[in-house]
Each structure stands twice: as structure tokens, then as C-alpha cells.
């Protein structure tokens, strides 16, 4: 790390570091850790949610707070914002919301105050109506047009798939002028990195975990479980969820007749929870450890999304056996029957549940080379020299 360590840093995000937990929250909180090891941070959040005062307080303890910014419905209406949206790459009100414009200006004022600029997926910027950056790394967790391939290649509906095609290639136009706005990007994985085609001031930060504090403990039960945890209502979840219920439990439960299903995550308990024999329903639950040790497996089927899924990195972090889509592990470098079992198909996916469960002794020793890959890769102590790489860049670039 050869960048000072006086910064001033300005850290855009799309929500507060210290909120519910999920994929999007444990990056931005880990990224701001890693930078405030080149000096002060300040964090803006440019959200339509209200905060609680415990995401406040929590966030105050170890970052400067910029005022939030507050984010209002724009919709696009009528022909021509339609075609500004569809053909002109430079119209930034993609998303159908802007920042509100007293909070917006204050924040840009205050610009050349700071040294590093980070914001936080592409979303961000947008929404605050800027096109150019100064100083500024863009981390794009989520390619936007990597969502709507994946819709493309794996919808059910021909309409779905092709109007999934069609945003594909108009996102993708936009995408293109990521490096004129921004003097650094990040993503996710090299499979985005070669997506985007932008190797040249484009650094690779993976989607991590944070490292136990202790050895992680298994403690499977009888009659034996499988898991899930993730955001039920995200559609990518729940669409895979509604497969592997209609397609995969039923031949899970033809063998292995008193498995349960343990469901984890904001949403699984509410209005679009399952209706299938054996499945517990949980909710959010704060800290999950203790659920998900008692797991014999943890499940990843999901066929849509953007990035990567922190679901992985949580499984291994915790020793908990896997078993996923290919493109549920996509952008992270592992092995069917190495770290993981992969599978697409229904009656594989679950034969590798079945596998998992019944053979504790070869799904504990996958599990340990996966805790091994983690510790090696993807905590966050790991990572973090990834994150300065990336600020070194920037300022080089300016």
C-alpha cells in the first residue's frame, strides 16, 4: 500500500453500513473499514429509507456522517423521457428517482473537499443527476446489464426474454461509458471484469465474508435440515426458492422422508412464504450462526441475478456444506466436490442435498477445504489489499 495515509474520503453509498444485514450492506461496511485505513471517512447515503437511530449511532462510532441525502419517485412519463431513457446513454434518471436537489447540491459543493471519491454501485451516481466524477473509484457490485442476460438466456416466457435482450443491449450501450465518468472501476469478479471488456483501471474486489472470531462449530440435527438464507422477496431468491420447492423437495423428501427445510431471511416469513410440507419459516433473524450450524446443507438455487452471491462466502465462513447453481457460485473460483457440489438440474440438485445428508463424514471434509479457500480468499482482511489498490489507482489516474 503506497498511498498516504492523510486521505480525505468520501464514501456514496446506497445504504447505511450498520442496518439489516444483506449482501449490499456487509460490502459497503467492509469497503469503508478498508478505507479508513487511508484516512477519515465520510459516509453519504443516498436512500429513500429512513434510517433508525440505531443504524445512526452504530455508523457515527466509525465514520464521519454526511447529512443523508433523500431520494424522490421521478418516474419517466410520456414519449419523449422514454426516448431519452432508450436512446440517449447520457440521461442519467435511469431508475425512475433522483436525489432530492437541496441535498444533492450540498453534497456536490462539497466535492473538492476530498481526496477519494468511492461510490457505491452504479445506481448512485445516477441518482445524484452527475455525470463526471473527480477522483472517484465506481464499485459496480451488480453490472446492470449481467441481470437481464441472465433473464434473457433462462426465461421462462419468450416476451420475457425478449424484452430481458432488448434492455440488455441498451444497458450495455450506457456501460461503455462507465470509464469516461469515473477514473477507477470495480467489480465483483473477472468473469465482470472481461464482461465489461475495461481491464485497464478495473480492479477485481470479490464479495467477501467477515472471518469468525472463533472456529466455526458444526451441529447437524435429526431429522436433518436444509437450509437457505437471503432476502426472500429479491426475485432472483425467490424465484429459484419456488423451483427447488416444485422441482427439488419433493425428491429430497422421497428419500430422506423427515427432512426439514429451514427458510432464513427478511420476507420468508410474510406474504409470499411456502405453502410445502416441512418447511420452517424463520424470518430475519439477526444472527444466524447458531441456525445455520445445525444445517447438513445449505442451498444456492438461484438461476437469475447480477454479481455475486454473498451466500457463498457465508456458507464457507461458517463450514457449512453447499450445494448451488452453477450460476449461484458464479464469480467465485471453486470446484464441484472441491468446495462445493453444483448442480442445475432438478434431480441433481437433489442428489447432492440427499448426498450432503447422508454422508456427513464426505460433506464435512468438502466443507473444511471450502473454510480453507476462505479463509485464503475471501474475508475481508484478504480482500482489503484489493481496496487500496484501487484508491492507489485513482489517485493516480487524477
Given at each position: ?7 480525505r ?7 447505511w ?5 444483506f ?5 459497503t461496511l467492509?469497503?469503508?473499514?478498508a478505507l ?8 453519504a447515503?443516498v436512500?429513500s ?9 452504530r ?6 456522517i454526511?447529512?443523508p ?5 421521478c ?10 431513457w432508450?436512446?440517449?446513454?447520457r440521461f ?9 436537489d437541496?441535498?444533492r ?9 476530498f481526496?477519494?471519491i ?5 445506481r ?8 463526471h466524477?473527480?477522483r472517484?473509484i465506481?464499485?459496480?457490485d451488480?453490472?446492470?446489464s449481467?441481470?437481464q ?7 421462462a416466457?419468450f ?7 432488448i434492455?440488455?443491449?441498451?444497458l450495455?450501450?450506457r456501460?461503455?461509458f462507465?470509464?469516461s465518468?469515473?477514473?477507477v472501476l ?17 480492479h ?5 465474508f467477515e472471518?469468525p472470531?472463533?472456529e ?7 431429522p436433518?435440515r ?6 426472500y ?7 429459484g426458492?419456488r423451483?427447488?420447492?416444485r ?7 422421497q428419500?430422506i ?5 429451514r ?19 424463520l ?14 446443507a445449505?442451498?444456492?438455487p ?5 454479481g455475486t ?7 464457507f465462513?461458517?463450514?457449512?456444506p ?7 457460485a ?9 468446495e ?10 437433489a ?8 454422508d456427513r463424514e ?16 475471501w ?5 482489503a489489499?484489493?481496496?487500496w489498490?484501487?484508491?492507489?489507482d485513482a489517485?493516480?489516474?487524477?
Open positions: 500500500m503506497v498511498v498516504k495515509s492523510s486521505l474520503i468520501l464514501y456514496v453509498t446506497a445504504c453500513p450498520h442496518g439489516r444485514t449482501g449490499g450492506q456487509l460490502r467492509h469497503i469503508g473499514r479508513r485505513k487511508l484516512g477519515p471517512v465520510t459516509i447515503v436512500s429509507d429512513e434510517p433508525t437511530p440505531d443504524n445512526i449511532e455508523t457515527a462510532e466509525e465514520f464521519t454526511e447529512s441525502i433523500r431520494v424522490n419517485v418516474r419517466n412519463r410520456g414519449i419523449g423521457q422514454r426516448f431519452q432508450a436512446f440517449n446513454p442519467l434518471n435511469v431508475h425512475g428517482c433522483l436525489a432530492e437541496r441535498d447540491d450540498r453534497l456536490l459543493k462539497r466535492l473538492d473537499q481526496d477519494l468511492w461510490l457505491s454501485n452504479s448512485t451516481p445516477n441518482i445524484l443527476n452527475q455525470w466524477w473527480p472517484s465506481l464499485d459496480i451488480d453490472v446492470p449481467t441481470f442476460r441472465t433473464v434473457w438466456r433462462n426465461g416466457r416476451g420475457e426474454k425478449l424484452k430481458a435482450g434492455t440488455m443491449l441498451l450495455k450501450r456501460e461503455r462507465f470509464g465518468r469515473f477514473n470495480s467489480v465483483c469478479s473477472e468473469a465482470d471484469r472481461d464482461y465489461l471488456g475495461s481491464r485497464e483501471r478495473c477485481v474486489i470479490p464479495n467477501g472471518r472470531t472463533h466455526p462449530f458444526r451441529n447437524c440435527v435429526s436433518p436444509i437450509g437457505f438464507i437471503g432476502l422477496s429479491y426475485l432472483p431468491n425467490l424465484g426458492m423451483w427447488f420447492l422441482e427439488c423437495w419433493p425428491l429430497v423428501k428419500q422422508p423427515d427432512a426439514r427445510l427458510l432464513v431471511g427478511k420476507d420468508t416469513n410474510g406474504s409470499l412464504q411456502p405453502t410445502a410440507p416441512d418447511v420452517d419459516t424470518g430475519y433473524v439477526a444472527e444466524a450462526r447458531d441456525e445455520i450450524a445445525t444445517w447438513s445449505m442451498i444456492v438461484v438461476f437469475h441475478g447480477a452471491r454473498v451466500k457463498i462466502a457465508d456458507a465462513s461458517r463450514k457449512c453447499v450445494v448451488s447453481t452453477r450460476f449461484g458464479f464469480g467465485y473460483a471453486v470446484e464441484s466436490q472441491r462445493l457440489l453444483l448442480a442445475d438440474s432438478p434431480a441433481a440438485f442428489a447432492a442435498c440427499v448426498a450432503l445428508i447422508r464426505a460433506a464435512a471434509a468438502m466443507a473444511e477445504r471450502a473454510y480453507a479457500t476462505f479463509l485464503r480468499n474475508t475481508w482482511d484478504a480482500i489489499p484489493r481496496i489498490n484501487a484508491a492507489e489517485l493516480k489516474a487524477v
